[in-house]
Nanobody
Framework: QVQLVESGGGLVQAGGSLRLSCAAS??????MGWFRQAPGKEREFVAA????????VYADSVKGRFTISRDNAKNTVYLQLNSLKPEDTAVYFC?????????????????WGQGTQVTVSS
């Protein structure tokens, strides 16, 4: 049984940084991703990483500011958030696929964490 637990969210001023972590249990030889959901909006893709870490994909809105990485020895995926903007405020969710290739749509992910709140003040 796969469990995903996110941590690292919080309140930060615009221009600041946070690092989110997602600790996974169970079989972890698979691609993983981060999504976010702002109040009143649908959940949207943020970033994804292949099992090996050799391929990453980002939403245009975060490209150049966010970095996804993983440490397979620790079964953990990270999302480094830099140059944060108020519009980055959202609940951030970690997700895992059952396959190794990256994906950018929700339905391609099989497991989800509970989310961690990121709030960016102006």
């Amino acid at each position: 049984q796969v469990q995903l637990v996110e941590s690292g969210g919080g309140l930060v001023q615009a221009g600041g940084s946070l690092r989110l972590s997602c600790a996974a249990s169970g079989r972890t030889f698979a691609a993983m991703g981060w999504f976010r959901q702002a109040p009143g909006k649908e959940r949207e893709f943020v970033a994804a990483i292949s099992w090996s870490g050799g391929r990453t994909v980002y939403a245009d809105s975060v490209k150049g500011r966010f970095t996804i990485s993983r440490d397979n020895a620790k079964n953990t995926v990270y999302l480094q958030l830099n140059s944060l903007k108020p519009e980055d405020t959202a609940v951030y969710f970690c997700a895992k696929r059952d396959t190794m290739g990256v994906a950018i749509t929700e339905h391609e992910y099989n497991y989800w964490g509970q989310g961690t709140q990121v709030t960016v003040s102006s």
